[in-house]
């Protein structure tokens, strides 16, 4: 549909729709190729949004159910598993320091980010706090176990975190979550989590090395 002129105000550019949702540039332009965000065309190709429809828009969209969450949580679980399964610790510098049996329990310390995510959502403030502080605790001691420094610890880490924040974009895409808001308040819990585990590691590598 070519956008016609209206009132100032009425259309939105591209990148006014992202800055006011919070997304990404090329996120919205695939929502509104895919047709799950409304759009219009000038007649020079240009997307244009109608305010009055974004609106609408946003009011039918609820935020997703925590039991959705929690599905989409542990089907997350089974693509982590593949995907550290799959490729990419062999190049890891870290990775290849440690013996079979650490680079198990390394693999094993990464799907068990994901239950320990699924515990922070469902938990009250002070157990929120316990459980990122525990999970950073588990990978600080899993390092100095098996000879990891600081640094190669951290990278461990990130690693894993990695794995875990693809996996649950990748659930979402799958699930057809189009929801703004629920993409937003994923990432920030995400973002919660994952920086309160890499604190609490740091603090337990800082603790070993005081008491030397």
């Known amino acids: 549909m070519i956008a016609p002129k209206g009132r100032e105000g009425e259309w939105l550019t591209l990148s006014q729709v992202a800055k006011a949702l919070g997304m990404h540039p090329s996120t919205i332009r695939i929502w509104a190729d895919k047709g799950h965000l409304p759009s219009h065309r000038t007649r020079g190709g240009h997307r244009r949004f109608r305010k009055q429809e ?4 946003a009011k039918s969209r609820q935020r ?7 599905s989409l949580l542990r089907s997350a679980l089974a693509h982590t598993r ?6 990419g610790l062999e190049t890891e510098n870290w990775y290849a320091k440690i013996d ?13 980010l994901v239950h320990s995510l699924l515990n922070f959502l469902v938990a009250n403030d002070e157990k929120k706090q316990a459980e990122a502080h525990a999970a950073g605790h588990d990978y600080a001691v ?10 190669e610890a951290t990278q461990a880490y990130l690693f894993f ?5 693809d996996a649950l974009f990748t659930a979402y895409e799958t ?10 308040e994923m990432g920030k819990k995400i973002e919660a989590f994952t920086n309160q585990v890499l604190v609490s590691l740091l603090e337990t590598y800082h603790s070993f090395e005081s008491k030397k």
């Open 54 to 57: 974004l609106e609408l828009w």
């Open 64 to 70: 997703i159910p925590k039991k959705v969450s929690s």
């Open 82 to 87: 593949l995907q550290i399964s799959e490729g």
């Open 100 to 112: 079979q049996n650490a680079r198990e329990e390394f693999r094993r310390s990464g799907r068990k």
């Open 142 to 151: 899993l390092g100095r176990r098996h000879g990891l420094s600081l640094i």
């Open 161 to 165: 975190r990695a794995a875990l924040q």
């Open 175 to 184: 699930a057809a979550i189009h929801s703004a808001p629920a993409w937003k």
